[in-house]
C-alpha cells in the first residue's frame, strides 16, 4: 500500500515538485534537494531525500555561531533558525519539505506514516528504547507531526515515537494520514 500510494502521489504531485524547485533554484541557486543520513529498520541506513529549505552551508553556519550550535544540539533544531530561506520557511511550515520522500517510500526505506526520521547520532537519545525505535520504518508523518509538530520537546518526540510503535494500525495510519492531510491545509491557508 505505501509503494501504490507513493507512486500515485508522485505522479500526481510532480508539477508543485517542479513549481517548488524552481522557487529553491531561482532563490540562491544552490541544489533543490537536500540529502540527510538516516537510520532505519534493523539499523540500515538510508539518505532521505528533502527540498532544501536552508543555506548552502548551513552546516558551516552553525560552526561560526557555538551558541545556536549547542541550542541545536539540545533539541535537534532551532526555534527561530537563521539558516532557513524564505522559500524554505513556507516549505518546512506547509511540510512540503518532505514530499521528496515519497522516493524513499518507493524505495522501500520509509513508509508513509511510522516514527520520525532520525540521523544515526541521535539514536543514542533513545536510550533503552533504541532496538524498539529500529523495528520499524520511519515515516513521512507520524504520530509526533499531528501531535506535536513543532512544538514538542526531543523527549517527548520520542515518547511519540513509541506510542506509535506500540499502538501501529491500518487504522491508526489511516487516521495519522487524515490529521496529517488537515495540518496542511491549515499552515497552507487553503
Known amino acids: 500500500m505505501d509503494c501504490i500510494c507513493a507512486l500515485l502521489g508522485l505522479l500526481l504531485l510532480a508539477p508543485l515538485f517542479l513549481v517548488i524547485a524552481l522557487r529553491i533554484k531561482l532563490h540562491d541557486g544552490g541544489p533543490v534537494l537536500h540529502y540527510r543520513e538516516i537510520v532505519g529498520r534493523d539499523g540500515k541506513h538510508f539518505f532521505a ?23 541545536y544540539q539540545k533539541n ?3 526555534a527561530h533558525d537563521p539558516r532557513v530561506t524564505a522559500v524554505g520557511h513556507f516549505l518546512r511550515k506547509s511540510s512540503l519539505d518532505e514530499l521528496p520522500q515519497l522516493v524513499n517510500v ?3 526505506q520509509m513508509s508513509l506514516v511510522g ?7 541521535e539514536l543514542s ?4 528504547y533504541a532496538h524498539k525505535r529500529l523495528s520499524v520504518k520511519p515515516g513521512i508523518t507520524g504520530l509526533w507531526q499531528v501531535c ?3 512544538h514538542a520537546s526531543y523527549d517527548e518526540r520520542i515518547v511519540l515515537d513509541m506510542q506509535y510503535i506500540d499502538q501501529r494500525s491500518l487504522w491508526l495510519d489511516l487516521c495519522i494520514l487524515l490529521k496529517t ?7 497552507t491557508g487553503s
Open 106 to 108: 518507493l524505495l522501500g
Open 181 to 187: 492531510c488537515k495540518v496542511l491545509i491549515v499552515y
Open 76 to 78: 535537534m533544531k532551532l
Open 125 to 128: 537519545r533513545y536510550g533503552v
Open 115 to 121: 516514527p520520525r526520521i532520525i540521523h544515526p547520532s
Open 49 to 71: 531525500l528533502k527540498f532544501r529549505t536552508m543555506i548552502c552551508d548551513a552546516d558551516d553556519y552553525l560552526q561560526r555561531h557555538p551558541d545556536l550550535l549547542e541550542l
Open 148 to 150: 506535536g509538530r513543532q
